[in-house]
């Protein structure tokens, strides 16, 4: 059983319907029938990048799903010759590597997803249905009490395994609780963000555009502001501007173009310029991270397990959570393909390894987060905070060096493990530095830049 129909629950149920008899998803809302927002997602308004690394995940989870999206009307954009980007230490070039993005709306991904996961046999979705509470007890979770919208009464759903993938607004913690299992311990970073987003009738021409994106800079003194334009399905460009604690942007349309042109560079805003918008301009505060425990509590019960947003929350800035439930899913499956769903202790198997999936995007977010003026959360210790001068330098070097910046992308993308910023041929040249050659002005072409009406800069 499957708590939630996000991202998470459903290829959490992916991962499942191969190695059980049956499996059943509930969720509290009615799921959309076509390409509009779930209710359960407010932020799904704004932009979200499913990498490479999550991406391939998912394929295989559900084969045929990146064509799907493509299919739908996502394009796939290569990193780093689709992406414009100006990141703390200059622009970024545009060298090719073996990454991806998928650039589309929200609502795209979770639908085909969604047509896909409730597609597989002996996938079972259970709408409008509140999970009430756990089944079982400290040792074993049997199931879980239901009740659907319009019924009077509870129901009892038994279960071999639960996962819980309800999102930032889970339970779990409360649910552990009342079966007599000590908290697990949490860590929040909060650097107040707010995101707007609003969404412009795309200039005829622009159907290959790059994403293009100034990023806000954690070290300066000021706020850290910043913006992604992502081209999207319809002919559409997407695009989220944030501003951390103190320099946050307003929900009025007025005040969006000029929040874009005050930027660390106004490219951006010049793109836009002139261009129709489609819709209002939509705020989001929700933006904490926010990390539970679960692996380390000392005693877990089988039969269940908590994924996704339940786990940890990450600044959407960083692209990260749709890739971290993508990986988690795929543990999910390797353990149940090894063990066997009713295998005493496979439920912490699980747990521990979804702790595993979400360490690294973890340290990568919080590491950058906590050093925005402002921000509230435990500082990093000596040992984290001597790795974050030497990703720093690394950032640097990047802007210059191929080999730095290819293993950054794998390692942003979520495709290769950290440990991979500290190869060799990485490290030799993170030692070197970035010495000369940064660039100085924005990685667009003069056709790209035609595209809207611009001259060459």
């Not at 779930?38 to 064509?67: C, D, N, W, Y």
């Not at 703390?88 to 070039?93: C, E, K, L, M, S």
């Not at 990703?391 to 640097?396: D, E, P």
């Amino acid at each position: 059983m499957v708590l939630g129909a996000g991202m998470a629950g459903l290829l959490a149920a992916a991962a499942a319907a191969r190695h059980v008899g049956e499996v059943v998803i509930v969720e509290r809302d009615r799921l959309p029938d076509g390409l509009e927002p779930r209710k359960g997602l407010p932020q799904a308004r704004h932009a979200h990048l499913m990498m490479s690394g999550g991406a391939r995940a998912v394929e295989s989870l559900l084969p045929g799903t990146i064509e799907g999206w493509v299919s739908a009307g996502a394009r796939r954009v290569p990193l780093g010759t689709g992406l414009v980007a100006f990141g703390p230490q200059g622009w970024y070039p545009r060298w090719p590597s073996t990454q991806f993005l998928m650039a589309c709306t929200r609502d795209l991904l979770d639908l085909v997803v969604r047509e896909r996961v409730l597609a597989l046999p002996g996938v079972v979705l259970r709408q409008e249905t509140d999970a009430l509470a756990l089944l079982g007890d400290a040792r074993r979770v049997t199931g879980v009490k239901v009740r659907t919208a319009g019924s009077h009464s509870a129901e009892a759903l038994e279960a071999d395994l639960v996962i819980d993938a309800s999102g930032r607004g889970s339970q779990a913690a409360r649910r552990l609780n009342e079966l007599g299992l000590h908290p697990a311990h949490e860590e929040t970073v909060d650097t107040g963000m707010v995101y707007v987003t609003r969404i412009f009738r795309a200039p005829p021409g622009s159907e290959r555009f790059p994403v293009v994106s100034v990023q806000a800079d954690p070290h300066g003194a000021m706020p850290g502001q910043g913006a992604t334009m992502l081209p999207v399905e319809g002919g559409r460009w997407l695009l989220t501007a944030c501003g951390t604690r103190g320099g946050e942007p307003s929900r009025e349309a007025g005040e969006f173009e000029p929040f874009v042109r005050s930027l660390r560079h106004p490219l951006i805003a010049d793109l836009i310029a002139g261009l129709e918008p489609l819709t209002d301009v939509h705020l989001t505060r929700s933006t904490v991270n926010r990390r539970r425990y679960f692996e380390r509590l000392p005693a877990w019960p089988d039969g269940f397990a908590v994924v996704g947003d339940a786990v940890a929350t990450f600044n959407p800035v960083y692209g990260q959570g749709m890739s971290v439930a993508a990986h988690c899913a795929t543990a999910i499956r390797d353990l149940l393909a090894e063990h066997g769903v009713a295998a005493p202790g496979l439920a912490r198997r699980v747990q521990r390894a979804v702790g595993r999936a979400a360490s690294s995007p973890w340290d990568l977010a919080t590491g950058e987060d906590i050093n925005y003026p402002g921000a509230i959360g435990e500082r990093p210790p000596a040992a984290a905070r001597l790795l974050r001068g030497y990703v720093q330098r690394l950032m640097r070097t990047a802007v210059v060096n191929p080999v730095v910046l290819r293993s950054l992308y794998d390692v942003m993308t979520l495709s290769a493990p950290m440990t991979a910023l500290v190869s060799p041929p990485v490290v030799l040249g993170v030692l070197r530095g970035p010495g000369a050659g940064v660039r100085t002005e924005p990685s667009i072409t003069a056709a790209e830049l035609a595209v809207c009406g611009l001259g060459p800069r």
